[in-house]
């Protein structure tokens, strides 16, 4: 019987984490898959790196060098702003505000999301059922018109915007989360474990848990790119911190400032392509891990 | 029909075993004797493309139907069979690439251009496919799905579509007012008849008809077969029909092919291949099927170990070489394909070629248990191998005395008395009675088999015994305790009393490997010390050795007799006293179904475990279980030791079941049930299964019984005393058998309801 | 006890329904909606509750948050708090909210000094105009595009136009809308000046139902639509995409197959009608989604609709009619989708004879 414990090194039995290594697997073999996940990895490095290259005070207009609404030069590849920036340099520093407030905004999402799914679909009776009906008048909510209520009320800045995006986004991981756990729960292998004597938490954390994980992941990396999307939209709108640098609110000058008329595409063009570059790597990750859960949307039949 | 004097005539029902006459020549001596036959598949290779390797599904099939016949292929899951039946109108997905040659009076189907190909579909050669629910569009009526074809092959006008559909429902037993009804709105058994009636609406040459039958009810699969094959007979349509369930074919067949590793490993008329299979593989799938009454099955399920073949890659020798118990050392090189094996019949055996037929194996398989050298042996008697198995089968029997014979005077392990669950009505339904009083007992150490249809309540009852279901009224016992439903008390009668369920691949979580699926039991209950070496033995016991070679191992990576045994080895890891089983082995393949019971059989004789095996299937009762319980519509309506209730059936009810099953020995013969499986929200008045009840229908007029049926409710039987296994093989006469009918001669054990008489077992 | 199974009576059940005789559809119909009807009012009342929390109880000093960084004079500052009632208690001032939003009274717009319900009216008819027509197109094209690529998922077809959606989606809708406006309007490079830059029609024009006023308007709806339409139409596009692959593998369609039908009538008469049903109910729920997107459209293009009015009030802000937006965008919501419940009970026999 001792030998149990050293079996495994005897035997041709697979190793522990074989289900990830597969996942990793099919993951690499999606071309799409990979250019999703090396846009994310450049763009976190880019935001994470640039304050050690760009000085805040580059940031600042009266300390701008250049003309206003140059187009790009050796100098400025991008030309200019109105007020003589670099957008190159406005553009680097805009990934930071982008991607924290996408990040954090679907982290509240995610926590609220999960916990309540995972509740409702664990009890569905009036439990469930009342959640459910909250989670139903959220969604009832549009999702704009709200996020811009919160954030006029709240005031303009980082924090309004965070939570307008969450308060918005998280009925729908809610409801994901609740179906896939309802599926989970009708298996056999739930009924098995209850049969065991498995507790209610034994039930979610050993059984359900680990069979929901991968969606509220999928759930994760959607949300982020729909967060960003959502905190470009808001701070366009001009509810942003007025003083910070982010994608929207260049746009937001640029529009607002002549470079329509002007035919300024310098300023206009990158940070919209910036904002497309890094949704659709949040996307195409999103929806290759759902591929590769869900193997019926890639095979042709 | 056709000049052949035989071809229209289902084969001879007298037909004796081991009397080989021939009424159908086979093609090759034939020729052209009738011109060109229907169907011939000459060579038919089918190859899906899926990823690195070609999984080659249909390796090289040749067989002919002509005018009027009908053929059954039977078969395990994978073995190609359902891609033979779609090939025939090239229905497979686009990854599949076919070759060889499919003669439909004499034209090529795989050569055919779209055009003339559709022209072919439904119009000459119709299909009815398994699970009607889902081959039905569910947005459409019936009458239009009826319709689309005739109004699409034929020149006719919507009227006449309108009239035909009306006669094609009327004839299949669908009132044609139904026409209206989208499929969510008929019962399995009508959707399959209107399945049925779409496949004749054109008029067709051919039907196949792959699993036309399965998932349904034993009784309405027995209704729609008979139907079936009298539509198909009185049309004189050939029919191709695919089953995993030899009965099922050996019924409805003229010819039958057995399939195996994407080839036909046998073909000849049913009854004789039934009866005197020439391939081991025919042999082992024909006892996986047991015969009432034949004792070398009676407490020795038939199975087959091993697993079935990889279809990817080459197969060099005989595909079934490392499963047979037969082999010979030239089976793994020479190549096999049909040779002829008796007038009409074909074996892909390489025992049929020369006089090696009645030697003994050069290799024999070693076996887990003693059984599995008896695995191989046929049903047939005129082979001496035959005698080998009856002895065998008489040796295993006689080792079947548990360690602890209790007496009949000790309590039952685990007992239901007067147990009622009743689950609340929603949306407007009134609520369901599903167990509606039932007193059942389980001895230690004893098999009692549960059987019913769907709805009757049988896994209701089998929830509620392990504590999952709260009764509304009475009480599940437990060593004589009544149990309590608060969570300790649950979770302590849930260490002693385990739930084996249906489908293994789906009762283990697909994320935990098969140490932790095993060790979850122990963890739940606290058993962290000895973790290892219990999960270590549980798995020793459920079969799978050595366990190392599983622990790591993903449910998806194992057979599935491999993950029932896992999932059995997860309940023995607690060691109980009971386990409830609900249909273990319905989701199995035939050759694996008797593994497993093997393994319930020998858990009972080795451990003492005893069992509670739910199941539609009287073939399962008759293999392992000491004594049975027949249940409808949520009460038990006949219970007693096997050999009495299967061989002597009281209750009409029972004797229905028995009558559809193939090789019935009933004392008086039943008509197949009309109806359908009954609802649990509207129980009738009087006895409840009156409104189906033959024996009510064959009274006299005025008979005064008739009201006692319609109005007074049958005495609710008490609980049987357990059977003991030792007598339960030889004196199962002895004890009697106890009935809820009214019609019934009334039994001592009757005389007052709730009140046992402790006569009824000595 | 909680763990006992949850069962209910149709789990037990056989899963075919009894057979009747089709049931008694008209009453049936009545219950439902009754119940969709009471369910829609429920998400209104909870609207209310929601708005009255955002717009009176979340600003810690509302006064203050209107008039954040203005000079403000004090008879303002008065009229601002008589306005919101700040000294009366709570259920008073809910009471208040309640009946005003009732009666479409939500107050006078701060900044146009006009009452916010003769705003919407005046501003309904053009965002009507432009989501109504934007969403026509978005459906037609994007079901289009996707039944054809999930009915052959991985050819050119499904590539080229899967692969627009996820593109298009990802592109924020307000700078498309002004690269749009850049290229076609402002003109550049080759490119003229096409279409008008903004509003709703050229200024200094007569209005009424004139042939020419018409024109005019139509021109100035191209582009505000085109951008709305290439934002909304990928949702569509990936909606249905899914639902036809969740169709293909059901084996009614190789009945269909083996009846004779040609491909194209197995996609049509088949997959489709099944495909539609969850579609179409995801369909109406976009609704959110396309309001979301006119409002910035509108604000691009200075579109005379409720979305450029929730713009302008959000500058101030100019809570009174920022609110009067917030509720009417979000009644629509909810009347939308009581609409997909209706719809998807016509379409689904097993829901309408259920």
């Known amino acids: 019987m001792t030998t149990v414990s050293q079996a495994p090194a005897a035997t041709t039995a697979p190793p522990r984490f074989e289900g990830l290594r597969r996942f990793s697997r099919q993951f690499a073999a999606s071309p799409t898959a990979m250019a999703g996940l090396v846009i994310l990895l450049a763009i976190t490095v880019l935001a994470l790196v640039a304050p050690l290259f760009i000085p805040q005070t580059a940031l600042e207009v009266v300390n701008a060098t250049g003309r206003s609404l140059a187009p790009p030069s050796a100098h400025f590849p991008l030309g200019t702003d109105q007020a003589g920036r670099s957008v190159l340099t406005l553009l680097i520093w805009g990934t930071r505000p982008s991607l924290a407030i996408g990040v954090i905004a679907t982290g509240f999402t995610m926590i609220i999301g999960t916990a309540i799914g995972l509740i409702a679909g664990h009890y569905p009776g009036a439990t469930g059922r009342l959640l459910m009906m909250v989670t139903d008048w959220f969604i009832a909510l549009p999702g704009l018109p709200l996020a811009i209520a919160l954030a006029a009320v709240l005031g303009q800045g980082d924090s309004s915007i965070t939570i307008a995006i969450a308060v918005t986004s998280w009925p729908g991981t809610a409801r994901l989360i609740r179906a896939q756990t309802l599926a989970v729960e009708a298996r056999p292998y739930i009924e098995r474990a209850k049969a065991l004597g498995a507790r209610d938490t034994q039930l979610v954390i050993r059984q359900v848990l680990p069979n929901v994980a991968p969606f509220v992941l999928v759930s994760a990396t959607l949300t982020v790119a729909g967060a960003i999307l959502s905190e470009t939209t808001l701070t366009f709108l001009g509810l942003g911190n007025p003083t910070d640098v982010s994608w929207g609110s260049m746009i937001n000058q640029a529009f607002n400032q002549g470079a329509v008329s002007d035919g300024a595409w310098w300023y206009l063009l990158p940070p919209g392509i910036a904002i497309v570059i890094v949704v659709m790597g949040f996307m195409l990750v999103g929806r290759a891990v759902e591929n590769i859960l869900n193997p019926r949307l890639t095979s042709p039949s | ?762 | 006890m909680s763990n006992l199974a949850q069962l209910t009576s149709e789990g037990l059940l056989p899963l075919e329904s009894p057979p009747d005789g089709g049931g008694s559809g008209g009453q049936d119909f009545l219950h439902y909606l009754l119940r969709k009807l009471a369910a829609a009012v429920i998400s209104f009342v909870m609207l209310l509750v929601i708005g009255f929390i955002i717009f009176s109880l979340m600003p810690s000093d509302p006064v203050a948050a209107l008039t954040r960084g203005r000079p403000t004079s004090a008879k303002q500052l008065a009229f601002l708090t008589r306005q919101l009632g700040l000294n009366q208690p709570i259920w008073e001032r809910f009471a208040h909210f309640v009946g005003h939003t009732l009666t479409g009274n939500f107050g006078y717009s701060w900044q146009f000094d006009t009452p916010v319900s003769t705003l919407i009216l005046q501003r309904l008819w053009p965002t009507i105009l432009l989501m109504g027509s934007s969403t026509i197109v978005s459906i037609v094209v994007g079901m289009w595009l996707g039944i054809r690529s999930g009915w052959r998922p991985g050819r050119l077809l499904d590539r080229v136009s899967t692969g627009s959606s996820i593109t298009l989606w990802s592109v924020p809708t307000f700078w498309l809308g002004i690269i749009l406006l850049v290229l076609f309007s402002v003109g550049f490079g080759p490119i003229p000046a096409l279409f008008p830059a903004g509003g709703m029609s050229t200024p200094g024009t007569v209005g009424g139902l004139t042939p020419d006023h018409i024109l005019d308007v139509l021109r100035h709806l191209v582009l505000p639509c085109i951008t709305l339409v290439l934002v909304v139409f990928a949702q569509y596009q990936l909606i249905m995409r899914s639902s036809m692959l969740d169709e293909m593998g059901n084996p009614y369609l190789l009945t269909a197959r083996a009846k004779g039908l040609r491909d194209s009538e197995v996609r049509r008469k088949h997959a489709v009608p099944n495909a539609l049903l969850p579609s179409v109910t995801i369909i109406f729920l976009q609704v959110g989604g396309i309001i979301s997107g006119a409002i910035t459209v509108e604000t691009v293009y200075s579109w005379p609709g409720l979305g450029y009015l929730t713009f302008q009030a959000l500058k101030i802000p100019d809570l009174p009619l920022l609110e009067g937006t917030f509720i009417i965008f979000s009644a629509s919501v909810i009347v939308f989708n009581l609409l997909a419940d209706l719809a998807y009970r016509y379409l689904d026999p097993r829901v309408r004879r259920a």
């Open chain 2, 1 to 762: 029909m056709t000049t052949q004097p035989n071809g229209t005539g289902r084969p001879d029902n007298t037909l004796q075993p081991g009397a080989l006459q021939p009424y159908v020549p086979r093609p090759a001596e034939s020729g052209d004797a009738d011109g060109t036959p229907l169907l011939e598949v000459r060579d038919l290779a089918v190859t899906y493309r899926s990823g690195a390797d070609d999984v080659r599904a249909v390796r090289g099939v040749n067989f002919t139907l002509r005018a009027g016949q009908t053929l059954g292929v039977a078969g395990e899951s994978g073995c190609g069979k359902t891609t033979v039946a779609l090939s025939l109108l090239r229905l497979l997905p686009v990854s599949a690439r076919l070759s060889g040659q499919i003669l439909f009076r004499g034209e090529d189907v795989i050569g055919l251009g779209w055009q003339k190909l559709r022209a072919v579909r439904w119009a000459q050669a119709s299909v009815v496919f398994q699970g009607a629910m889902s081959a039905l569009n569910p947005v459409q009526t019936i009458g239009d799905q009826i319709r689309e074809p005739i109004l699409l092959h034929e020149q006719v006008t919507r009227r006449e579509a309108d009239l035909r559909t009306a006669e094609l429902l009327d004839s299949v037993g669908v009132a044609a007012r139904r026409q209206a009804s989208y499929p969510h709105e008929l019962s399995g058994g009508q959707r399959q008849r209107v399945m049925i009636a779409m496949a004749l609406a054109c008029r067709p040459d051919l039907i196949i008809a792959d699993e036309p039958t399965t998932a349904l009810d034993v009784i309405v699969q027995a209704q729609i077969l008979s139907l079936l094959t009298g539509l198909v007979a009185d049309r004189g349509i050939s029919m191709l029909v695919i089953s995993h369930d030899l009965s099922v074919l050996g019924e409805t067949c003229d010819r039958l092919a057995i399939m195996y590793g994407g080839r036909l490993v046998e073909l000849g008329p049913s009854r004789q291949v039934l009866a005197e299979p020439e391939h081991p593989y025919t042999a082992i799938l024909s006892r996986a099927f047991p015969r009432l009454g034949d004792p070398t099955s009676r407490l020795a399920p038939a199975g087959l170990a091993g697993e079935p073949p990889d279809l990817r890659g080459e197969m060099p020798g005989c595909p079934f070489a490392p499963r047979c118990p037969e082999v010979m050392p030239e089976c793994r090189t020479h190549d096999i394909e049909l040779w002829p094996a008796g007038p009409q019949r074909e074996s892909a055996c390489i025992k049929v070629l020369g006089d090696d037929a009645g030697q003994r194996p050069a290799e024999t398989r070693a076996g887990e248990s003693g059984a599995a050298q008896g695995v191989g042996t046929p049903l047939g008697l005129s082979r001496p191998r035959a005698e080998m198995s009856a002895a065998e089968g008489a040796e295993a029997s006689s080792g079947l005395v548990p360690p602890q014979g209790g007496s009949s005077a000790e309590p039952p392990v685990l007992e239901a008395r007067a147990l009622r669950v009743v689950f609340p009505g929603r949306r407007g339904r009134r609520p369901a009675r599903a167990v509606d009083n039932v007193n059942l007992a389980i001895g230690r150490g004893e098999i009692v088999a549960l059987i019913g249809e769907s709805g009757c309540g049988k896994s209701t009852l089998a929830r509620a015994l392990v504590g999952l279901v709260e009764p509304a009224d009475g009480e599940v016992r437990y060593e004589g305790a009544a149990l309590g439903y608060s969570g300790p008390a649950l979770r302590s009668h849930r260490r002693h009393v385990q739930l084996v369920l249906q489908d293994p691949a789906a009762a283990l979580n697909p994320r935990q490997t098969v140490f932790d699926a095993v060790a979850e039991g122990p963890r739940v209950h606290g058993l962290r010390a000895g973790l290892n070496e219990r999960v270590y033995t549980a798995l020793t016991r459920a079969g799978l050795r050595p366990p190392e070679q599983f622990m790591s191992r993903y449910p998806h990576e194992l057979s599935g007799g491999q993950q029932q045994r896992v999932v059995i080895a997860g309940a023995l890891a607690l060691d109980p006293s009971v386990l409830v089983a609900d249909e273990p082995v319905s989701s199995l393949d035939a050759s694996v179904r008797g593994e497993i019971l093997k393994l319930i059989l020998s858990l009972r004789n080795e451990y003492s475990v005893a069992s509670l095996i739910v199941s539609h299937d009287l073939g399962v009762a008759w293999n392992i279980a000491d004594s049975v319980a027949v249940m409808y519509l949520g009460r038990i309506v006949e219970a007693g030791p096997v050999a009495e209730v299967l061989l002597r059936p009281r209750h009409p009810y029972t004797q229905a079941l028995l009558s559809v099953l193939p090789d019935a020995h009933t004392g008086e013969p039943a008509p197949v049930l009309a109806g359908e499986p009954p609802d649990p929200t509207a129980i009738p008045s009087g006895c409840r299964f009156h409104p189906r009840c033959p024996r009510l229908a064959a009274l006299p007029p005025g008979d005064a019984r008739a009201e006692l049926c319609r109005s007074a409710p049958v005495p609710v039987l008490p609980a049987m005393p357990a059977v003991r296994s030792a007598a339960a093989v030889t004196a199962d006469a002895a004890a009697g058998s106890i009935a809820a009918c009214h019609l019934e001669l009334p039994h001592p054990l009757l005389t007052g309801p709730g009140q046992p008489s402790s006569q009824g077992a000595s």
